[in-house]
């Protein structure tokens, strides 16, 4: 036996050993992503071949954005993204995820099964799809919102409510894009989670206890589709990414994925590459909150961890 002290070292391990797999992942990704990045774009016909060693070439391909006009024009475009990055992910994972375990629930009726074919439909649309229906729809036909950049031309940046209704106006519909194609997604994958739980020895056996069926639903079925809905948020990433740059470039919005279009079509490979390393160093970054997050929702990996 362990003595005085010894579970609350255990414990301590344990989390330093999950903080510790996190960040490998987290890295892992990194150093994967940036160097099959730096790789294309030695093999592209426009570069010209460098005879210095690569790993030289490879500090001054990182460095290069951040010494050069490029960087102060990639840092005036972050705040753009991550506001409606943010907001449009929190809506898609909030509301998709109260909606497919709606969607999943015992007893459904006609309704729940008609609402069933707008959420498909949702799901199997590009983000930028949505954009410009929406734009058709509430900024062309309807006339209610702006249909693209951040803020109007004839802003005179007197009042500051003004000045925030006018961001917000602007930012409505791209946050709306992101967010009815993730709502889509994390319905559909919440309700099949959901289902699959709902055959389980332990739900049988909540029912054998004389569960009312909303508490064992809410325990039994809902609470354990959590944690792997949680990964599915965390797989959903690289789409979520890649939608936000044809959303920002719809919606000509002074992001980061409107700056990289641009710069694309430019042959701004700094510019290109900055982009790209901010990106993939923000997708590690959420991935690692997820990991530290997942044994908090789901006990079942905190003790496969343990």
């Not at 301590?12 to 996190?22: C, F, G, N």
Request: proline residues 7%.
């Amino acid at each position: 036996m362990g003595g005085p002290g010894y579970g609350g070292r255990s414990a301590a391990v344990s989390v330093a050993l999950t903080i510790l797999r996190a960040l490998l992942r987290s890295a892992t990704l990194v150093v994967v992503a940036v160097g099959v990045a730096f790789l294309v774009e030695r093999f592209l016909p426009r570069i010209q071949q460098d005879p210095r060693p690569w790993l030289d070439q490879l500090a001054d391909w990182v460095r290069g954005p951040w010494e050069t006009r490029t960087g102060p024009a990639i840092l005036r475009a972050i705040p753009w993204t991550v506001a409606i990055v943010g907001t449009g992910t929190l809506i898609a994972v909030v509301v998709g995820t109260l909606t497919g375990a709606w969607l999943a629930r015992p007893g459904r009726s006609g309704r729940t099964r008609a609402a069933w074919l707008p959420i498909l439909l949702a799901a199997c649309t590009p983000a930028w799809i949505i954009g410009l229906l929406l734009v058709a729809l509430l900024g062309v036909w309807a006339r209610i919102l702006p249909t693209g950049n951040a803020i109007s031309p004839l802003q005179r940046w007197a009042d500051p409510v003004e000045i925030a209704l006018d961001l917000a106006a602007h930012a409505v519909l791209p946050i709306a894009s992101l967010a009815l194609a993730g709502i889509g997604t994390f319905a559909v994958s919440m309700r099949a989670l959901v289902t699959s739980e709902a055959g389980t020895d332990y739900t049988t056996y909540g029912e054998s206890l004389g569960l009312a069926p909303r508490s064992r639903f809410l325990r039994w079925e809902v609470r354990p589709a959590l944690g792997p809905q949680l990964t599915a948020a965390a797989l959903a990433l690289g789409t979520i990414v890649t939608g936000v740059f044809f959303v920002e470039a719809v919606f000509s919005y002074p992001g980061l994925g409107w700056l990289f279009v641009h710069a694309m079509l430019n042959y701004d490979f700094p510019t290109v590459r900055g982009v790209l390393f901010l990106l993939v160093l923000g997708v590690a970054l959420v991935t690692f909150v997820i990991d530290l997050a997942l044994p908090l929702v789901d006990p079942r990996v905190r003790r496969s961890r343990g």
